[in-house]
């Protein structure tokens, strides 16, 4: 498989649940080719915060803390398999993404976010969760699904 882009800064495995690397291995870089600026925006933030990103950590053994959902979740994924409801998450569609920073400063991070999506210098990272629902749980939101297509904070209801 000729792959459009290939992130500098994360695996395949950062990307994708153990269950679908185990079912696709790196056949998995195909649900990201379809629209592969999202990967180029994880390449862009991780330049600009110019430190350790994770997204998942199931594969890097005695990293923490442990994340297999972080990015692209399939139907099997814990948080999809428990849904009784429609869920329509970015996470199902490879356009959301739960970024770490490896130092801990889930704060600063999501300021530094929320600065880069508010200056319009992502492709199409245009949204983000409250830091008050995301921070303290040890993770960040973002994705493209800002219904105006202008930054917005928003929070699940
Ligand atoms: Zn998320």
Known sequence: MTLIYVPKYYNIKELVSPVVYNKYGNSAWMFFQGDPEYL???DFLREEWGSGIYLNTWAFPGVKPYRDEAAYRCNVDDIV???RGPYCSGH???KAFDP??????YEKFWHFIWALI???KFKRFNRIEHHKHTVAKGYVHIDSFSPSGKPEVFTIK
């Open 40 to 42: 180029m925006d994880l």
């Open 81 to 83: 398999r428990k849904k």
């Open 92 to 94: 199902t569609m490879c």
């Open 100 to 105: 770490m920073p490896a130092n801990g400063q």
């Open 118 to 120: 508010t200056n319009g």
